[in-house]
């Protein structure tokens, strides 16, 4: 039996994703561009796909793009709002706490002359609000923040940014990195109060190989990948349709995102009060992160050999970000934590998905860790 806890590295793609992929393979496999029967009812079917994940993000149709993933998506948004905006000013506002398809594009264009401010987080994983709002100047061009961390589960005040923007008089795009807060936390332009808002689908029980991104208005960015100008030159090349009817199922199944919330928050709880006496764990996340991401630390066993005791227990958890692995965290680093609890820390995931059956049995094995390889 596996217990898997590493739902923000990947999820199990649900049961209406799988129909939905099958169909497309077996049924719909025309090229949406072709004028064909089949090319038109693969065409159809995109829409309906569009359709879904629109209505989860609460946005027009028209301004929704599938991407071939997340990271293309912010490459995207990035890049795409550079070129645009690359005469009218500077300055680009960010966070060290960024995932590596937004931390990575943003040191290349560093490399370019652009002026990058990289706020810090506290202890918590925190971004100062104010400190925030004080590096938005006139010469700014693009502020881009994840709305929930991918780490500790730190929710970022993106929704404070306009009110700077505007003081600033700056000709800022505001980007919303919503890969791990899409289907969790309610992600629209109002909640997020962004200009483009960037997802992914395999985060929330759809298939890889397909990402989105909003634009408020599609002359905002210039387009990154060009070709033959599908998704209205927003992302050009043949659609992926399995995986973007997949991702319109995984949306659909997702809609009652505060039912679920609740749900997973009860799994969290019970997690959080089944290893509360252990003396050698500590907790990394904020008392306040979403529910689907807890960060621990078993001080005095490091972070490969926990991940790999929970193998052998048949539980799957993460040593941290499966998109940067190799290194000690940058999140962790950047929010000042010590070395110690930096190289013993794991990022148990949940989804809604889960049961409280697993979760007991999750607590029995950081027990049992804890127990034998723990710093007593």
């Not at 496999?29 to 159809?44: I, M, Q, R, V, Y």
């Not at 590596?100 to 918590?124: A, F, H, Q, T």
């Not at 404070?160 to 919503?178: E, T, Y």
């Not at 529910?291 to 958890?317: A, D, E, R, W």
Request: charged residues 20%; positive net charge; hydrophobic residues 40%.
């Amino acid at each position: 039996m596996t217990v898997y806890f590493d739902n923000s590295a990947t999820t199990k793609p649900c049961k209406e994703a799988v129909d939905a992929a099958n169909k497309a393979i077996t049924e719909l496999w025309g090229n949406p561009s072709s004028l064909h029967e089949l090319g038109s009812l693969a065409s159809s079917e995109l829409r309906k796909a569009r359709k879904n994940v629109s209505k989860l993000l609460g946005v027009p149709e028209d301004n929704f793009f599938f991407t071939s993933s997340g990271t293309t998506a912010n490459n995207t948004a990035i890049f795409g709002a550079y070129e645009k905006l690359k005469r009218e000013g500077n300055r680009i506002v960010t966070t060290a706490i960024e995932h590596p398809s937004v931390s990575e594009p943003i040191k290349r264009l560093e490399s370019y002359g652009i002026e990058v401010i990289r706020l810090m987080p506290d202890k918590n994983g925190k971004i100062n609000e104010d400190e925030l709002l004080e590096s938005i100047n006139k010469n700014t061009i693009l502020v881009s923040l994840m709305a929930v961390n991918n780490e500790v589960g730190s929710i970022l005040p993106v929704n404070a940014v306009r009110s700077a923007v505007k003081r600033a008089g700056a000709p800022a795009l505001i980007h919303a990195d919503c890969v791990q807060a899409l289907s969790k936390i309610p992600v629209t332009p109002k909640t997020v109060d962004a200009d483009i808002i960037t997802v992914s689908g395999h985060k929330i029980h759809a298939l890889k190989g397909v990402g989105g991104i909003y634009v408020k208005s599609q002359n905002l960015i210039k387009p990154y990948i060009l070709g033959g100008g599908q998704e209205k030159n927003m992302h050009s090349g043949t659609e992926a349709t399995p995986a973007i009817f997949s991702f319109g199922a995984a949306a659909l199944s997702a809609m009652d995102v505060r039912r679920h919330s609740d749900y997973v928050k009860s799994l969290k709880e019970r997690f959080l009060k089944g290893i509360e006496d252990l003396s050698c764990v500590t907790v990394n996340s904020p008392e306040d992160a979403i529910p689907y991401i807890v960060n621990i630390s078993i001080l005095g066993l490091p972070s490969q050999p926990t991940v790999n005791f929970m193998s052998s227990k048949g539980i799957c958890i993460s040593a941290g970000s499966a998109c940067k692995t190799g290194h000690r965290s940058p999140v962790l680093t950047a929010m000042g934590l010590s070395p110690e609890i930096i190289d013993s820390a794991v990022r148990i995931s949940f989804s809604r998905y889960n049961t409280p059956e697993e979760i007991d049995i999750l607590i029995n094995a950081v027990k049992e860790a804890a127990e034998k390889y723990g710093k007593k």
